[in-house]
């Protein structure tokens, strides 16, 4: 175990004198400092305000609300404070080098994307290893030796500035692409000659939640933008409202883009445009928020081109749709309308009553996670108790093949045109580094492309999958992956990680900063909770609104099992989620704050009754609840991590992690937990804050910024459930 800083040496460390942190006057707190073992931390003070909100008739503290002005100076102080006691703390632990350095030497790796061909070229990304951003590269066939297209790490010196989105013209004669600073979710798109390299002077600003479709006479192509901001300026906290669709034909500036689709009668309707393989329809996707249930319309481009008629298609806003292609008028949709596991149905536009409606791949026990039209064939993409399956169908729905994967874990790709005869897919597992195939969709046949090679013995680890019941008796999946003979003596290091929400599943994936947890002797275990889309769309609503709670006592649950299986004990149990993962953390250890022995919760909803405020927070409600709700209202109040934090409780040792560019979940959630848990907080573990600079929600960020913030998180927990790495066995050329 490390030896720890003196209070004395932290003080010094973090700039901190007697007096407050904002040199403006506050009530002295009795909580400033904690000891343990004889050691003082002393945290910087935190001005406790008096706002009082008054909530269908609940009187509700928020004491931090001044924290939410993301550019008063006197937060940039408490940010820079906090900061440097984190920094004080993690100088101090001797592995965090030997950490940084291998999660450094195995990141190193040669890392290729999905193939995709368009105008007769192909288009694929690529990273060497540690450069910060991956490549975009072109190439006439896949034997020819790649050329560098575009190049985001001469974006910026440090690397902050990436590709957010890419769209080839039919002809290949231009790319559309899209670049986000420091991790925004704010876009400019630009067009860039494919031939020559040069970027034509147009840009299109205020470009957000949107990609890019070209038309087939590759003149321009839809996407989707909000209005600017009254300021001017890109604004980091201002909420997303009234998103239209556009046109922009290439040549012309922005101000001369066709407006083709807006809802002035709805704001919160946000659109995004496909154009079909035969160049015939735009497919206009009408979403309402994160609710999976959406709204389908149509143009025909050969009736009056991007100025004609929008058709409402689908406008019930009753289920999920997912466009998956065409034969002329007859449009194919994957939904979960009445199939809770999915299933694929043809719609013909030219009498599109439900009545006449076809199933062509009826609904099966396995989620339907996604259908492509390729090869003149559909390949459907199933989960199998949150592991990948994938299946061809012939276009009138009967089975062809099962496609034979390389072993148990997740594939994704499988995407292209109607008339390719190739496809692509990716593999990877939790032990396993991704590979690309190559898939013939006629014979059925995959050829391996790309074989990372890395220092990495996949053989040294296993992966086990159990079951386990929740508070009501569900019976729950998880993942456990550790080094083969790990003894289940209750000693092990164990990192339980989930997300549980949004229908988003968590599947087996390949993780550098997984494997080297792995690697120096922790346990990874990863539970399929409710609120996810493991299981399809009754999964998923399990676990939202007032049913939310489902998915807290999903997690105890599993960490309850990891600790009667002896797989671990509270000490040595950490818990991380990132975003409604940090919600989840964030809940978890306010519900239960003895089952864990250390937290990481990352850039998280962490105030519940303020989260619609920001940004496109508005979005979540279908998935929280709305908290101007009464019903609602109650149920958010009683697990928001923010408001459930009690004053003399013991909470596990807790870093959060945040960053100051975080547009999405914006970073006052965990300021404002921040400095209540440091509040609250009765004994001598420590509550951290590690504020990321010039970086976003995740998106985008820099390769050497991921390497410095997991050599961070894994030395926090290295000290805190209080072992030595076993590097032991890394690597027998060692």
């Not at 990352?602 to 908290?627: C, E, N, Q």
């Not at 960020?701 to 590097?727: C, G, H, N, R, Y």
Request: with cysteine; proline share 5%; hydrophobic share 35%.
């Amino acid at each position: 175990m490390a030896l720890k800083a003196s209070g004395v040496a932290l003080a010094a460390a973090a700039g901190l004198g007697a007096a407050g942190l904002l040199g403006c006057e506050s009530t002295p707190r009795e909580n400033a400092s904690v000891s343990r073992d004889g050691e003082v931390w002393v945290y910087p003070e935190t001005p406790r305000g008096e706002v009082v909100d008054v909530l269908h008739g609940v009187s509700v503290a928020d004491p931090y609300r001044w924290m939410e002005d993301q550019e008063a100076l006197e937060l940039a102080q408490w940010i820079r404070q906090q900061n440097a006691v984190t920094d004080a703390y993690l100088d101090r632990i001797p592995e965090r080098d030997a950490i940084g350095e291998r999660l450094t030497e195995l990141w190193n790796y040669e890392r290729w994307g999905l193939p995709y061909e368009e105008g007769g070229r192909y288009f694929v990304s690529r990273n060497d290893g540690l450069q910060n951003q991956s490549v975009l590269y072109t190439m006439e066939s896949l034997d020819d030796e790649p050329r560098a297209l575009l190049d985001p790490n001469t974006f910026s010196a440090d690397g902050t500035i990436a590709l957010s989105g890419v769209a080839v013209s039919p002809d290949a004669e231009y790319l559309a692409y899209g670049v986000s600073d420091g991790g925004s979710d704010w876009q400019r798109w630009r067009v860039r000659e494919i031939a020559t390299g040069r970027d034509l002077p147009t840009t299109l600003e205020w470009v957000k939640f949107s990609g890019a479709s070209w038309t087939k006479d590759g003149e321009g192509f839809f996407y989707s933008r909000y209005p600017a901001p009254e300021s001017g300026e890109e604004d980091l906290a201002g909420t997303n409202f009234n998103q239209k669709l556009y046109y922009h034909r290439v040549g012309t500036p922005q101000s001369e883009d066709v407006l083709v689709y807006e809802r002035p009668d709805n704001p919160k309707m946000g659109f995004g445009a496909s154009v079909t393989d035969d160049g015939r329809y735009a497919m206009i996707n009408v979403w309402e928020g994160s609710s999976r249930n959406n709204r389908y319309h149509y143009m025909d481009l050969s009736q009056g081109g991007v100025r004609g008629e929008v058709v409402r298609l689908l406008d019930e806003n009753d289920a999920q749709y997912s466009f998956v292609g065409n034969d002329g008028p007859v449009f194919y949709f994957a939904t979960n309308l009445d199939a809770p596991m999915g299933r694929l149905i043809a719609i013909d536009s030219r009498s599109p009553e439900r009545e006449n409606w076809e199933t062509i791949i009826p609904e099966g026990d396995d989620a339907l996670r996604g259908v492509s039209h390729v090869g003149g064939r559909f390949i459907a993409s199933y989960l199998e108790d949150a592991k990948s399956a994938v299946r061809v169908f012939e276009t009138d729905g009967s089975f062809v093949r099962e496609v034979d994967l390389p072993g148990i874990g997740s594939a994704g790709g499988f995407g292209g045109d109607v008339d390719d005869t190739e496809t692509f897919y990716s593999f990877s597992s939790f032990t396993t580094p991704g590979s690309v195939y190559r898939y013939d969709v006629a014979t059925g046949e995959s050829e391996l492309w790309r074989e990372p090679e890395l220092d990495w013995d996949p053989s040294r680890f296993t992966t086990e999958q159990v079951f386990y019941r929740s508070a009501d008796g569900t019976r729950v999946p998880m993942f456990i992956s550790y080094k083969k003979g790990t003894r289940r003596d209750g000693r092990n290091p164990t990192y339980l990680y989930a997300y549980g929400g949004f229908n988003i599943p968590i599947t087996p994936r390949f993780s550098v900063p997984d494997a080297v947890w792995m690697e120096m002797g922790g346990v990874y275990a990863v539970p399929n909770i409710r609120g996810g889309g493991e299981y399809g769309r009754e999964w998923h609503e399990a676990g939202i609104k007032l049913r939310k709670q489902n998915v807290f006592d999903d997690f105890i649950a599993a960490a309850e099992y990891l600790i009667d299986n002896r797989w671990t004990s509270t000490p040595r149990l950490s818990i991380g989620g990132r975003s409604n993962g940090g919600l989840l953390v964030g809940a978890v250890m306010t519900q239960r704050p003895d089952l864990f022995g250390a937290a990481l919760p990352g850039v998280g909803v962490l105030d519940m009754l303020r989260f619609h405020k920001f940004t496109i927070g508005w979005a979540w409600t279908s998935d929280y609840g709305s908290p101007d709700d009464p019903t609602e209202f109650r149920a958010l109040h009683a697990y928001s991590p923010y408001h459930n934090l009690r004053r003399g409780e013991c909470y596990p040792a807790t870093m959060i992690y945040t960053a100051d560019r975080d547009d999405r979940v914006v970073p006052a959630h965990s300021f404002k937990f921040a400095a209540a848990l440091q509040y609250a907080q009765s004994c001598a573990n420590p509550t951290l804050t590690r504020i990321e600079t010039r970086a976003g929600h995740g998106a985008g960020k820099p390769t050497s910024k991921q390497i410095e913030e997991w050599a961070d998180l894994w030395s926090f927990l290295v000290e805190e459930l209080e072992f030595s790495p076993d590097w032991s066995r890394r690597a027998v050329a060692e």
